[in-house]
């Protein structure tokens, strides 16, 4: 997906600026992806080894973007305080700033509508749509 | 009767009104017996039931401001101490974090003073019920007012994920090896089921995209309690008991099924009334997908004497 | 001959027909981008029309009342958007404009509202999942040209509350202009619509004396009564109606009752 007409490097630069998060804190301990209750490939620590090797459209196309629960583990156990969740956050932000939803509305279905708690659907739209 | 009772400005969320009005309700009725009296702010919003992670993002922040300010004018009304007790943990979440970053940069704050209905002034402090127990009540003197016997009951606390991260900005207990769920039902005198997936993950937001996905964490999580020996699991979060509960009772009947009824699991003030000794017919346990009333029945049952007065 | 042809080609410009008042001041205003000198105690709808511009879409009763004309504005030099209803909204200097006749809403299939064994709460988050994008910006709010709390009403439906969301979006007149300016693409005036329709098929309850009425007509009790007034001659006709009896304004109820009560 041509997300970005711009390079590599001002592309990271921006998503720094936007998350507050500086990528090359990163030591590659691995502790986030151990603690991930996610089945992210490319886990946490590979996603941030890929936008500082400058492989950023890579990181941004990856699919298991979608697959953060926002659970803040990673963030807290980084011991370099650096938090993959808001990486992972600001690029999902650079595709859904484009319109291009992860989750179709309209085809949520009733039954799911009509059962869920109003927290799945409104933290669901902010994450998805 | 209710000057009394000290006056507590509520806010309650979405969740609180509809699927989770049980939490609500078994809350408010605990908090008369206890000595306050919650008292839902005039008008409210949806506070978004999500903290931005990108700091650019000052949109996130205007849903939670609004609450805050309203807040903030309930307690300036009343001229009380500007404290909002709260139940949901993402609302919690969200509302505790807004405050964080509006102390932390001011600037945020200008700006959207610049946008919303009147300026908020950024007084109110953001409490969760379980804070105020811990804090203003006390365990110890939380564990005087039972009247029910309890020690019957193995229950594992399940914290979930946004009760208490990031700690920084949450300040409420260890994200680890929290404690503060634990002290409550030792307060009420349940028998505390120490179990390593209290602090995992439900799915959370994922049921709405990979629902499969939160199958297999809720039941990883319920299955941990169950083999640590918990009779039932206490959040105080509703997504979780949402994610929890539903998806229990989606195996139903399958080789995943925990036990022959099904693990239930309580919005931790629902077992407090039980242990208060009030009427819980209100606190909607009938919406729970898990009859959490089966495992009630020792501490429920008519004639139960009242418990000597712990010292 | 010349003359009445030329009579003719005017009738269309309703504006050009306009008689300021003695000593009215001309302002300068943009329309579409063309600047115009209009009488300065238009409204927006006449002094468009003044210019030359005829309404074939976004005007409608011109009594502030049936949402047709929402309009947003400018004025020159100031950044901020304005909105009101053209038809009650007067011209003011610099002021730029361009009618927009219709911006494209969702509307959910409301047939089956009267049917539907849904929870009022459960019914509007299925035929509006959208409103769980809300997130609190206020903009609907600001741009309401009747001053309803739009996102309180939201927020009311988001939480459940139908019948408080329903009271709230009351005095909507289904303009539109907060449907432009949602960041989250909400169609807020349909949700009330919508909102309104559950509430009064399923949670306002009836009133009685309607009902009785209702059965009254259904059942000819006033047939005679209009048999009588057809056949009445005009002169007749506003003899009784000028000299009918009337209610006092502000009366309380049960205060007042006519003396002729063969016809109640």
Redesign the interface.
């Known amino acids: 997906m041509q997300i970005l007409m711009k390079s590599n490097q001002s592309a990271l630069k921006e998503l720094e600026l936007a998350t507050g998060e500086i990528v090359s804190d990163c030591y590659q301990c691995g502790k986030c992806t151990a603690g991930c209750p996610a089945s992210m490939d490319p886990s946490p620590s590979v996603l941030i080894h890929y936008l500082k090797l400058g492989l950023f459209e890579k990181a941004v196309n990856s699919e298991s973007i979608w697959s953060c629960m926002g659970c803040l583990t990673c963030s807290e156990r980084c011991p370099k305080n650096v938090s993959p969740a808001a990486i992972v956050e600001g690029l999902k932000r650079l595709h859904l700033n484009r319109m291009k939803p992860r989750v179709i509305l309209h085809a949520l279905g009733q039954e799911f509508l009509a059962n869920s708690t109003q927290q799945a659907v409104v933290s669901g739209f902010r994450k998805f749509i | 009767m209710s000057e009394n009772l000290t006056h507590v400005p509520y806010y309650p969320g979405c969740s609180l009104k509809t699927k989770a009005l049980g939490y609500e309700r078994s809350a408010m009725d605990c908090a008369k017996a206890i000595g306050f009296e919650m008292h839902e702010i005039a008008t409210w919003n949806c506070c978004g039931a999500s903290f931005p992670l990108t700091k650019d993002n000052l949109m996130g922040l205007a849903a939670p401001a609004n609450i805050l300010l309203e807040a903030e004018q309930h307690c300036q009304e009343r001229e009380i101490d500007a404290n909002l007790i709260t139940l949901c943990s993402f609302c919690y979440n969200t509302l505790k974090r807004t405050d964080f970053a509006f102390r932390e940069e001011p600037k945020k704050l200008e700006t959207l003073n610049a946008f919303l209905k009147r300026k908020y002034q950024g007084s109110v402090k953001v409490v969760h019920y379980l804070e105020y127990l811990r804090d203003v009540i006390g365990f110890d003197n939380l564990a005087k007012m039972i009247k029910r016997d309890m020690s019957n009951l193995r229950v594992a606390p399940y914290y979930g994920c946004l009760l208490l991260k990031p700690q920084k900005e949450m300040a409420l207990d260890d994200p680890e090896e929290p404690v503060i769920l634990h002290d409550f039902l030792e307060a009420i005198g349940c028998q505390v089921v120490d179990f390593p997936g209290q602090v995992d993950c439900c799915g959370s937001y994922l049921i709405m995209r990979d629902p499969e996905k939160v199958l297999e964490l809720s039941h990883n999580i319920l299955q941990e309690a169950n083999d640590y020996g918990a009779d039932a699991l206490v959040t105080a979060c509703p997504l979780c008991q949402s994610n929890l509960d539903q998806s229990e009772g989606e195996r139903r009947g399958s080789d995943h099924y925990i036990g022959v009824q099904g693990m239930p699991i309580f919005y931790f003030t629902q077992l407090l009334a039980v242990a208060l000794g009030l009427d819980t017919e209100p606190h909607q346990f009938e919406r729970h997908c898990i009859d959490p009333t089966s495992v009630l029945s020792t501490c429920l049952e008519d004639g139960a004497e009242p418990i000597e007065a712990k010292k | 001959m010349p003359n009445e042809n030329k009579q003719i080609n005017h009738v269309a410009m309703v504006g050009d027909r306009t008689i300021p008042p003695k000593d009215a001041r001309f302002i300068e205003i943009y329309i579409m981008g063309q600047r115009y000198k209009v009488p300065e105690t238009l409204t927006i709808l006449k002094a468009m029309e003044y210019a030359g511009y005829q309404f074939k879409r976004s005007c409608g009763c011109r009594g502030g009342i049936c949402g047709a004309c929402g309009t947003f504005y400018r004025i020159l030099g100031d950044h901020s958007i304005y909105t009101g209803l053209a038809c009650q909204t007067v011209v003011e200097p610099g002021m730029i404009l361009a009618q927009s006749p219709f911006f494209p809403p969702n509307r959910a299939d409301h047939i089956g509202i009267l049917d539907s064994k ?1 929870p009022p ?2 019914h509007i ?2 035929l509006y ?2 409103i ?7 903009t609907c ?1 600001r741009t309401c040209p009747m001053e309803i709390d739009v ?2 009403y939201i ?1 009311l439906f ?4 139908v019948l408080g969301g329903a009271k709230e979006s009351f005095d909507c007149i289904m303009c539109g202009l907060c449907v432009v300016r949602c ?1 989250a693409n909400i169609t807020q005036m349909e949700v009330g619509l919508a909102g309104r329709r559950i509430a009064a098929a399923k949670l306002i309850s009836r009133s009685e004396v309607t009902k009785k009425r209702a059965e009254q007509v259904r059942t000819g009790r006033y047939e005679a009564m209009l048999a009588e007034l057809g056949q009445m001659d005009r002169e007749k006709l506003k003899e009784i109606y000028t000299s009918r009896e009337r209610e006092p304004n502000l009366s309380g109820p049960g205060e007042w009752m006519p003396k002729d009560q063969s016809h109640l």
């Open positions: 849904m709460d459960e988050a299925t999942p959208e769980f994008r809300c997130v609190g910006c206020g709010t996102m309180n927020a988001k939480r459940g509350d960041p």
